[in-house]
Every structure is written in C-alpha cells, then in structure tokens.
C-alpha cells in the first residue's frame, strides 16, 4: 500500500485521535507527559510563520545553485565552513537533498542557524527541557539534518531513529518550513503508543521495518496536517515513515537533535552548541567545534543570535 491509498482508505489516521496536540496556552509538562506515553506530540505555533520563510528562500536558493561550479550559492566571505557533500557535486536527484546544518547558506545568510537561535526562544524550548529533564541542553548538531524532499510516490514502510542513530539520543525535532498537508505535499506520519525497544527489521530490508507494523497498527497511525510554524517530536523508538504522493512539490525541513548535557557522550559533541538559562531564558552558554570541523562559522552565528 502507498501512502495516498493509505489516507484514501483509511481517513481517520489523518485525525489527532490521541489528543497529541499542543499550543502555548499549554503548561510543557502536558506536551512531556503525553510524549512519554506515545512517543510523539506536535506543538503547534513552535515558531512564527514569518521566521521560517526567509529560510525556506535561502534554502530555495541554496539548492538551486546545486553542481554549478562558481559557488554563487556561497558568498559568505571569510567563511571556511564545510559546503554540500561530494555526493551533490552534480546537483540533486529526484528525491532532493539532504546536508548538513552549517553546509546550508546563500551570501551571508544560515537558515539554519536563524532556525535554531529562534527555537530557543519559543515557548515549545520548555517542552524540550522537560523532555530532557534538565535546562542544560546540548544542541548534537552533528545528529541534525537540513532535508529538501521532492515528493514522489512512497509506500508505507516505517522506521525508528535508533536503527541508525545512536540510540542515546532519546528524540527527534522535524520542523518543516512550510505547511504540510496530508494529500498535497510530503510530510511525516507516526505509529503512536511506541514501543521501548527496536523492532526486528526484515532481512535484506536495510532499516526499513516494512509496512506491518504500521498497516497492523491503524489505530495508532497519525498522518498530522502541519501549519507554517507547527513542529513534531518523536521519540528514537517511535515508528515513523515519509510521507509522499508524487506530486514532485517541495519540502525543506529542519531534523534537531538534542539531550541534556550531561548525559550526551562525548563523541556526539563535535560541534555542539549548549544551550542553559541566565535570568530565567534559554541562551547559548557555550558550544564546541574541533579545529578539524569546518563549522565555525555556524556555531558562533547561533551563538551570536
């Protein structure tokens, strides 16, 4: 089954039916206990709609400048940050591209950087903290991920983030810059109720669970509509899949990863922004980025915001 036979046969799985939805008016302890119960929640206004568009143009441009050779896609002057990966030095494929935070700019402008430095301003950063259970945070901007998706047909198959991912990391952040409408345009879906350990993934399948797990668990399955400014957390054993209908439109979205500090090993911490409270508000209190990490320049534009 693909995922447009999936909403056109069973519509409900497009409906909030665990009541996983929260706002501002919200206290963050509800966000963190409903997630510690079903491994998902989406909080909704996370950021201004205004603050994602200039992001989502730079990521626009970003793309489009893919494989040509004058680096009109850089013009950071005395930036030495990491560019795109060699696997774009061609351009995309017909399913996008994915990069690195600090590898995404357009002249002087980090979308990503301006992403996160006005996340730790959103009243959702307190739901983080709970989910964390601490206000010393580190932001494992090694483990984060800038992803354009051009959305093409796609099944069912889901997947947990710790099949890949060190299975520390106990959660996910996926913003996208756009709206996401179940139908129209690629987007993400969960199996709530998740469970505490990983599946057994199918042999020859890579980490791909298949699609049982979420066509035998239709009750739990929610594939959420996502206003400008909306943001979903997943847990690392929560069941996920990308959404996808073949419309060939675009998506740009932002994957965060982040932990209490004390509880990150250090080898997740190249670089790494730490994030605590002074008078009561998130800042940046420090960050790290090894001499043979070509990230600096993307640190310090968090740390400066």
């Keep these: 089954m693909n995922i447009r036979e999936l909403i056109d046969r069973h519509p409900a799985v497009t409906l909030d039916r665990q009541e996983l939805t929260f706002t501002a ?20 206004g996370a950021m201004p709609a205004t603050a994602l568009l200039p992001g989502r143009l730079a990521f626009h441009r970003f793309v489009r400048l893919l494989g040509r050779d004058d680096r009109r896609w850089d013009r950071c002057l005395a ?51 709970r989910l964390c259970g601490s ?5 494992l901007l090694s483990l984060c991920l800038a992803r354009h998706a051009i959305d093409r047909d796609l099944g069912v198959g889901a997947h947990q983030d710790a099949q890949g991912l060190p299975a520390v990391v106990p959660f996910a952040l996926w913003l996208p810059l756009q709206g996401v409408v179940p139908g129209r345009n690629s987007g993400l879906g969960f199996v709530t109720d998740a469970p505490d350990r990983l599946l057994p993934v199918p042999p020859g399948s890579d980490l791909d669970l298949g699609d049982r797990v979420v066509l035998d668990n239709l009750a739990a399955v929610w594939v959420p509509t996502y206003q400008p400014g909306d943001l979903t957390i997943h847990g690392r054993y929560t069941p ?7 419309t060939g439109r675009h998506r740009y979205s932002l994957e965060i990863r982040a932990m ?3 509880a990150a090993p250090h080898d997740l911490q190249d670089p790494t922004v730490y994030v605590g409270r002074r ?4 800042k940046v209190v420090a960050s790290h980025c090894s001499a043979g990490v070509h990230a600096h320049g993307f640190v310090d534009a968090v740390a400066r915001s």
């Excluded at 919200?26 to 079903?38: K, M, V």
């Excluded at 996340?119 to 959702?124: D, E, P, T, V």
């Excluded at 206000?135 to 932001?139: E, K, L, M, S, V």
């Design 25 to 44: 008016e919200d206290a963050p302890e509800a966000g963190a206990e409903a997630f510690s119960q079903h491994g998902v929640v989406m909080l909704r």
């Design 135 to 139: 206000t010393d945070i580190a932001i």
């Design 279 to 282: 008078d009561g508000v998130p």
């Design 260 to 262: 209490a500090r004390d």
């Design 240 to 246: 996920h899949f990308t959404t996808g209908y073949g």
């Design 79 to 129: 930036c030495d940050d990491d560019g795109p990966g060699r696997q774009w030095a061609a351009g995309e494929d017909f399913t996008g591209s994915w990069h690195r935070p600090w590898s995404v700019r357009y002249w002087n402008y980090r979308p990503t950087a301006s992403v996160i430095s006005r996340l730790l301003k959103s009243w959702s950063w307190g739901v983080v903290e």
